[in-house]
């Protein structure tokens, strides 16, 4: 019989004293910042998610310790990742507040998916900061550092406008405390982490030797960069080889348009032609060419050197067809309507803009029409866009609840229109 994952049976040190906080308590948080602060004992988290109980009280139960599987093309490996000092179930609302409005608390990360930064009633995630930080401008007002680890193009800057605008109603003194006192920290996070399965809590006991209810299973390639000011200092999160840089935005560009566009393009295409996952669907000759095709344009609107973005392109392609990392399409197919925006759109609009039509902009929304309608849907506007997607006249109705320039774009719509229709036929040819 194996051993339960504690600090104790493991042999690892006391949890660090809680100096970050999180929020979004997932996968990714899991196999990014929390590796990245273990690189300093003297950080500990205290992580937090309001809504999925269940990994929480896991943790909880292992002293927030959990085995990362690294996979890559050889064996597996697994480390012992300690970096979470608590681990808070759903209903720690208290406990959440003490943390936020504590002065040893310098930093708060987050996790809360690309959706999150819409919702500004009391139970959003939105809401559950600006309930903490009111609760911190009056135990005395210590600064803090907000660092958004969601994937949207300037996070800081989109977490300070939604913070903005969720303390509109606020006192004056508070609302000057958000703008002069808490520090917005732009980032670019990267590292593939897929949904934990219950294979990999099997695989997880098999290298560790413990049984572990919460692994997490990732790939060797991480990244991190980040650009603002922590007032209160920070992890010595260098040490593990994250970047501080003085201009995130060309980087967050290359990242979002060529990792998370192809995703975005694969997930939609190719469940549209039968892929399940990003490996399965890559190898696929039709959407390995629209891969390439959406890369070749993308590059066009990224301002960095052609060497470096072939040799983007070229990590990518090894990282996406990798089976040691196999990322389920349908997770990345969700909430479509806040990730076209920022992924394909200024890309399909630059090109539209010199009269081009893009085959790989098209797909992707085309893909995107047919998961609308056919579904199953998740996304934060699904009851405004599923029957948008199933009424006549569906491409340009759909278009125009993105952006109503291109929906005017009779060319586009129709090169939608026609892209559906060739999916559905390769769909049909395959099967
Ligand atoms: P996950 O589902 O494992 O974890 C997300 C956690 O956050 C869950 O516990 C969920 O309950 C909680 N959560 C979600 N929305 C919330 C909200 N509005 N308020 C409070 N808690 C909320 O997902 P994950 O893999 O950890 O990914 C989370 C986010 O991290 C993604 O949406 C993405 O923006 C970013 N990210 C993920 C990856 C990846 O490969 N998984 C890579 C880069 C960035």
Known sequence: MTTRL??????????????????????????HQAVYTMADPEWGIAAYTFRNTELPRRLAEQDGLFS???????????????????????GDT????????????????????????????????????????????????APIALVPCDNLPGNGGVLREALRTAAAGEAPDFRSWLEDQVSYVDTVVDRITPATTEEDVATAAQLTGFEDRAPVVTEPFSEWLLSGDFPLGRPAWEKAGARFVDDLSVYAQRKLRFLNGAHTLLAYAGSALGCATVDEAVQHPVLANLTASWWDVAARHTPLPASELADYRQRLLLRFSSRGVRHNLVQIAADGSQKLPARILPVLRAERAVQRMPEAPVAALAGWLIHLRDGPVSDPRADELVPLARSRDAARRVLSALDTALADDAGLVSAVEDHVEHLRLSAERIS
């Not at 050889?74 to 000092?85: C, K, T, Y």
């Open 94 to 141: 208290d406990q959440w507040l003490a943390d936020l409005a504590s002065p040893d608390v310098a930093l708060l990360t987050l996790t809360i998916t690309e959706a999150g930064y819409r919702g500004d009633q009391d139970g959003s995630a939105i809401g559950r900061v600006l309930a903490g930080l009111r609760g911190r401008h009056r135990a005395g007002g």
């Open 6 to 31: 504690t600090r104790a049976s493991a042999q690892a040190r006391p949890p660090a004293p809680v100096r970050a906080v999180h929020l979004g308590l997932g996968a990714f948080h899991r196999a």
């Open 68 to 90: 990362l599987q690294v996979r890559g093309e050889g064996q597996p490996e697994a480390v012992i990742v300690d970096a979470i000092s608590r681990a808070h179930p759903g």
